[in-house]
């Protein structure tokens, strides 16, 4: 059994130049717990320009001194 290794984009929360942490999944509205078996995982995109797009819009929504990130991530998955 293989698993597989993607490189996609995730992104970080910061303010002040400091990074504060890489986004999970409550901030695109689905919560852990919202079912049965779910994992925590961070918020992903396959391009950059999605992460992007993602993180103008939220800055736009909050007009505040929360600044958003894309970065690079890579999601490993193996069989144990």
């Not at 049965?36 to 929504?61: I, S």
Request: hydrophobic letters at 40%; a positive charge; one cysteine or more.
């Amino acid at each position: 059994m293989t698993g597989w290794n993607r490189e996609l984009w995730g992104v970080t929360l910061y303010t002040d130049g400091e990074e504060l942490s890489l986004l999970g999944t409550a901030w695109h509205h689905v919560r852990a717990g919202d079912y049965p078996g779910e994992v925590c995982r961070c918020l992903l995109f396959v391009t950059r320009k999605q992460a992007l797009a993602w993180c103008v819009a939220e800055m736009a929504k909050r007009k505040s001194c929360w600044r958003f990130r894309p970065v690079r991530v890579r999601e490993t998955v193996k069989p144990i």
